[in-house]
Structures are given as structure tokens and as C-alpha cells.
């Protein structure tokens, strides 16, 4: 039998609101704190620590309740969100002071695992892709955005196919018809966090009206992704999902780009797992392949670097134009100093962008982006003086923005007093005429105060005489008893105490209506200006990613340079031949984590068509055949990223997938045997 609620009219807004996002944790704003009820308050209470505690809720009923201090938002918004949960956050929409009765209120915002915007639930270096699925009649259609960048990227093909890309991009959330739950956790398994969208929001007419609407265009031929039928109705539905979570203002997601299947090598999940690319199998932390051999210097080079192992490309003349750079800095040590200096100072420009359109970007924020553009400028500078093409084609692509640059250092202050805007203390002087007034006012006032206290006692020869001020009656004068009788006729008594009185003046009056009102008016004024400002850099946020993108793929070719001449790498040859010649080859990352003293052992690897298709290793346990198989993978993944390789000498035909099956990992859970998970993987790379 469940609990009757007898509901007050609070709870009958809670529960109307609750009835529209029936699977998040609702945090219900009320005063100054987030209240969860019912079962959401039992859940987060559990994840968050906080009390648990009982609201009487009319006669012979309660309701569980638990809430936290709103500005403590940003502590616990992140914890429910890493639990996995979706947390709708539910705002009052009018000020409590100029309303009778209940308060209007209304959620302004659904974070979900996919969805997020905020810096501290997002990692510095990883994407946080939302992917949709979108179960065709042909083809499955797929298609990934990271809100906090604006990357959009669709593709379509077989569920194979779909699924090696999901393990690519790692999306933190997917979404997909609804009735498709079984085809779903068959395809692509049941570890993935889901949501499911009803079918008319896959609707490939609609979606591809809303994407030309979302970039301005009239078609999406110029995306070259026109013919993607299920990829668009993948595509389409994210926004739809966007708009589903309150995130209406996404102006700079400007663009789509498409994943061509014959651009890059497959690399499967069990490959990933197996090379350990992105996380390590054993107990040491920070050991993968990415981490390894990660020298990025920014969050978007950093992102893009994890994109570049997740995808090599098979086409040698662009693996040779990536590895022309990574070659000239290696060759030019100053360069690549300078062009170093510089990329460090850059912020993360794409999350900042992103901030920007959705009119949530903090003070500090804005200075860095300033900031950021100063070292762009500079960068620029570094490219255009070099007598190389490829170079001064990637200086061509960076716009220097100097009027959104110049009006952030103009009208913020270099060093903010609040990171928030509604605090004030963040416009400069000489802006605003009427702001620099009252700031005087505001500023001087103990000094009129002084002067006050100073003629008043001289006036009635009350030497101990103060002024004070309290939130009860603004500005008062405090006069001790012994001096009760000197006190004019025009004060005005406000309280009695022990040993003193208090007083109130015409001039303390007037003077406190002009001071209060300062402060109000000038966080009016400021925050004026500063949504101007946003206005104002909104215009120019699909240039801003452009610059942001330059920045990332400078950031990972030097990053390439500087491993390489750390590690003695070199640049290896690569042509459409088929051929695999690698002499004195190492493991990249068991190089890095021997002990000091201890040399890898190198190995070469020959393989052709015609003198040596396969070479069959023996030895015993421990003595680095896996670790050959698995270096032999990497240098070739490597070389098809752009980087320099580990070894004397690489020559490599270009290879179009990489399969592996390495070490013994039971996958138990799913009933099937360390033999068994070898079958069905070996079956797999014999089909492919």
C-alpha cells in the first residue's frame, strides 16, 4: 500500500515539476538551500553524505527530505553526477521579497553523465562525448557531440562498425530508440551508461531541418554529409536532447564533420584494451600508452592527441604532412622553444567557447581567454618567420580576434576581485562614467563617516560618541549614558541598551540610502556590461574554435617532437606498399618504466607479401613475446598517427587494421572462459 501525501502547496509544485523529469534527482531550490525529496533525498543522501531527515507533510504523514547550502553546488553537483545519476536543477524564478505567495520556479538546466557544461565535473584532457544511435533500415546511423567543445561528428555503417567507434570516443552517455533495448546491449554491450528517446525524435526530415537551422545553412552538402540518412537522424536527435535538458543556447556548435570509414584504421575494443591505449590493465597509475607518451602542453591538444590514437589515418601523404612538422621541430630546437612558450599560455579555448554561448563564462575565464589570444599573437608571429609552407599555412588559419581581446583587457580587470559577475568587483575603472561615481561613493564613505562622527562630537562635546551600523536600522550614533543628556532635540531614539543609547540622524539617513544604493546599482551596472561583452565575443565563436583547433594540432605535433628527442625516435618511412621492415624496434612505454640503468632489449620485425607473411615467436613465460606483438602494434600505430617511432629504422605499408589478442583477461562475467574470449576474438580477426 503506498504513502497518501497530504500535499502542501510547495510539495504540489515539487511533485508537478518531479512528474515532468521522473528519472532525475530533482534539486528543488527553496531559500537558500537544494531540497530533495521522497526518494531522490534517500539516493542522494546515500551518495552525498549529507542527513537524512523527515518533513511532517500534513496529518500522519512525512516525506524524506535531504538538502544542502546552494552555494555548495558545485561540490555536490559533480558527486551525482559521476555516480551516474541525472540531476535536474530546479531554480525559483522570481525573488522571493517582491512576490505573495508561492514563488514561480521551473529547472533551468538537466545534467547528465553527457551532458554537462560545468569545469569541475568535466576532465582537463578527455572529451565528453553524448553519442546517439539510431537503428536504420540499411545502415545504423551514429553520432557524437561534446557539448563543453561543440566537436560534432556523425557516421553511419554496420553495428560493427558503430561499436568500434562508440570504444573510440568513449562517450560518456548514448541515446537510442526506445524497443531497441535488446538489439542495443547485443550490439554493442551493457556497460555503456543509456537513455531512451522515442522514436519520432529520429525523424530524418525533422533532424535535418534542425541541423541547417543549428549552422545557418540551407543544406548539409557543404558538410559533405548530405547522403548520411540514419546519420542525420542521429544527429538531429542530439539536439533534440539538448533542448529536452534546458541546453538552449549552443551557438558554437557551428559545424558537423563526418567519419569516413576508409580514413582511418579499424582499431577494435578488444585492440584498445589489449595495447592498453587509454587506460593500463595492471596496478600502476598513469602507465597507459596515452599517458605515456602525452607532452601536450594544452586541455584541446591534449583531447586531440587522445582522438589521434583512437583513429590513425591510412593516407601517407597526410601522415607525411604531420611528420614534415614534427620533423622541423625536431631539427629547429629554438622554434619549437618559442612556439612551446607560447602554446603553454593558451587556456582551454573550445570549453571556454562553450561557456561563452551558453552566457555562463566566469570572470577569470574571460581574462584567460585574453590572456590566451596575447600567446596566439605570438605563436602566429613564431609560424609566419619560418620559411616552411605547411607552417605558414597553419599561421593563415588563425584569426588574432584583437577587438574581442582588446575590449576584455580594456573593461575586465586583469585580476578579477569575484570569479562571479553578481558579486561585482569585476569591470574596470574608466568604463562606465556612473559606475567610477559610485564606486567613489562607495569607496569614500568611512571617510565621510569620520567626518561626521568628528563634527557631531565636537558640536555637542560628546567625546565618546560613535557611529555604527547594524542591519536592523542602517547607520547609527551610540552615545554612553554618562553623556545622555547632551544629546540635540532633532536625533531621533532607535534603542535603549545597558549602558548606552542609540540614535538615528535626517543627514545618517540620507547618507545610507545613497551608499546602499550604490552597491545595488552598481552590480546592476556591471553585470550590464558584462552580458554586453559575452554579446559581443559571441559573434566571433566559430573563429575562436578555429584558433582553438590550430592551437590543439600544434600542441600535438610538438608533443611528438619533444618525445622524440627525448627518446631518440625517428621518422619512419611509410608508402602503400606492403611491406613492415622494423629494425632495433622498443616498446614505447615498458622503455619508460624500466628502472634507471636497465636498457630495453630492441627487436626487428620483418614482414612482406612475398618472402615473410608470418613469423611465429617461441620462448619462455616472461621473456617478451607479448610485449614484441604489442610493440610491433604501437610503432605502427605511431607512425599512422604522425609521430615518430621508437626504433633505428621503420619502413611500414601503410595497414588498414590492427588486430591483437594479448594476455589471458577471463571475461567471467558474461559466462565465457579465457579459452572462449580467445576463440570468439581469434573468429573475429580472421573474419575482418
Known amino acids: 500500500m503506498e504513502k497518501k501525501y497530504v500535499e502542501t502547496p510547495l510539495m504540489k509544485q515539487y511533485y508537478s515539476i ?3 523529469h521522473p528519472d532525475a534527482i530533482l534539486l528543488f531550490r527553496v531559500g537558500d538551500f537544494y531540497e530533495t525529496f521522497g526518494d531522490d533525498a534517500i539516493k542522494a543522501s546515500g551518495i552525498l553524505g549529507i542527513t537524512l531527515t523527515r518533513r511532517a507533510n500534513g496529518s500522519a504523514t512525512y516525506v524524506e527530505l535531504a538538502g544542502f547550502p546552494y552555494h555548495a553546488i558545485d561540490t555536490y553537483l559533480p558527486k551525482l553526477v559521476r555516480a551516474g545519476e541525472r540531476v535536474a536543477i530546479c531554480e525559483q524564478l522570481e525573488d522571493p ?10 529547472v533551468i538546466e538537466l545534467v547528465t553523465p553527457g551532458v554537462v557544461l560545468g569545469d569541475n565535473i568535466l576532465a582537463n584532457k578527455e572529451n565528453a562525448f553524448l553519442a546517439s544511435v539510431y537503428f536504420g533500415r540499411q545502415t545504423t546511423g551514429v553520432a557524437f557531440l561534446d557539448i563543453s567543445t561543440g566537436e560534432f561528428y556523425v557516421a553511419e555503417g554496420s553495428e560493427n562498425y558503430i561499436d568500434k567507434l562508440i570504444s573510440n570516443l568513449a562517450p560518456k552517455e548514448v541515446i537510442y530508440q526506445r524497443g531497441y533495448e535488446d538489439r542495443f546491449s547485443d550490439a554493442f554491450g551493457s556497460k555503456l551508461y543509456t537513455y531512451r528517446l522515442d522514436e519520432w525524435v529520429f525523424s530524418e526530415e525533422v533532424n535535418r531541418e534542425k541541423l541547417c537551422k543549428q549552422f545557418g545553412t540551407r543544406s548539409l552538402k557543404g558538410f559533405g554529409v548530405d547522403h548520411f540518412t540514419s546519420g542525420l537522424s542521429a544527429a538531429g536527435a ?11 543556447d549552443i551557438a558554437h556548435i557551428t559545424s558537423i564533420s563526418r567519419i569516413d570509414q576508409e580514413d582511418y584504421v579499424w582499431v577494435d575494443k578488444f585492440t584498445i584494451r589489449n595495447l592498453e591505449l587509454f587506460s593500463s590493465n595492471g596496478a600502476r597509475e598513469k602507465c597507459s600508452f596515452a599517458d605515456v607518451i602525452d607532452r601536450t602542453l594544452t586541455p584541446m591538444g591534449g583531447r586531440l592527441l587522445k582522438r589521434w590514437i583512437a583513429m590513425p589515418i591510412k593516407d601517407p601523404v597526410k601522415i607525411g604532412e604531420r611528420l614534415d612538422v614534427v620533423e622541423k621541430f625536431v631539427r629547429d630546437a629554438d622554434l619549437a622553444d618559442v612556439v612551446r612558450e607560447q602554446v603553454a599560455l593558451v587556456g582551454d579555448m573550445e570549453r571556454i567557447a562553450s561557456r561563452i554561448a551558453a552566457a555562463r563564462v566566469t570572470p577569470r575565464e574571460l581574462v584567460q581567454l585574453k590572456n590566451s589570444l596575447f600567446a596566439v599573437e605570438l605563436l602566429k608571429a613564431a609560424l609566419e618567420s ?3 609552407a605547411q607552417l605558414h599555412a597553419l599561421a593563415g588559419q588563425i584569426d588574432l580576434l584583437e577587438g574581442v581581446r582588446d575590449r576584455i583587457a580594456r573593461e575586465i580587470y586583469p585580476d578579477p576581485l569575484n570569479n562571479q559577475i553578481q558579486k561585482g568587483g569585476v569591470i574596470a575603472d574608466g568604463v562606465d562614467p556612473e559606475l567610477d561615481d559610485l564606486r567613489r561613493i562607495a569607496l569614500h ?3 565621510y563617516l569620520a567626518r561626521i562622527q568628528q563634527r557631531e562630537s565636537e558640536a555637542t562635546g560628546i567625546p565618546s560618541l560613535k557611529i555604527s551600523y547594524n542591519n536592523v536600522f542602517g547607520y547609527y550614533i551610540e552615545v554612553r549614558n554618562a553623556h545622555k543628556e547632551k544629546v540635540p532635540e532633532t536625533w531621533i531614539r532607535k534603542q535603549t541598551l ?16 545613497k551608499i546602499l544604493g550604490a552597491e545595488e546599482k552598481m552590480l546592476v551596472i556591471e553585470q550590464r556590461i558584462y552580458a554586453d561583452i559575452i554579446a559581443h565575443i559571441s559573434r566571433s565563436l566559430s573563429s575562436l574554435l578555429r584558433d582553438a583547433a590550430v592551437v590543439a594540432r600544434i600542441d600535438c605535433l610538438q608533443s611528438f617532437a619533444r618525445l622524440a628527442c627525448e627518446r631518440r625516435y625517428v621518422r619512419p618511412v611509410l608508402d602503400d606498399g606492403k611491406l613492415i621492415d622494423i629494425r632495433q624496434g622498443r616498446h614505447p612505454v615498458i622503455e619508460t618504466l624500466l628502472p634507471v640503468g636497465e636498457e630495453y632489449v630492441p627487436n626487428d620485425v620483418m614482414l612482406d607479401d612475398k618472402e615473410q607473411q608470418i613469423m611465429m615467436i617461441t620462448g619462455p613465460n616472461m621473456s617478451g613475446k607479448s610485449a614484441l606483438l604489442r610493440q610491433t602494434a604501437l610503432i605502427i600505430l605511431m607512425a599512422q598517427m604522425g609521430s615518430f617511432v621508437p626504433a633505428k629504422s621503420a619502413h611500414i605499408g601503410v595497414v588498414d587494421k590492427i588486430f591483437t589478442r594479448v594476455g589471458a583477461s577471463d571475461n567471467i562475467s558474461q559466462g565465457e572462459s579465457t579459452f572462449m574470449v580467445e576463440m570468439l576474438e581469434s573468429a573475429s580477426i580472421l573474419n575482418n
Do not use: C, S
Not at 521579497?97 to 521551473?106: D, F, M, T
Not at 542530439?238 to 538552449?248: A, G, W
Open 498 to 513: 545597558a549602558n548606552a543609547e542609540r540614535y538615528i540622524t535626517e543627514e545618517l539617513k540620507e547618507y545610507e540610502e
Open 445 to 447: 564613505g568611512k571617510d
Open 386 to 388: 619560418t620559411d616552411d
Open 18 to 20: 518531479k512528474a515532468v
Open 238 to 248: 542530439i539536439l533534440y536532447y539538448l533542448e529536452f535538458t534546458e541546453h538552449r
Open 97 to 106: 521579497k517582491q512576490v505573495r505567495g508561492l514563488v514561480k520556479r521551473g
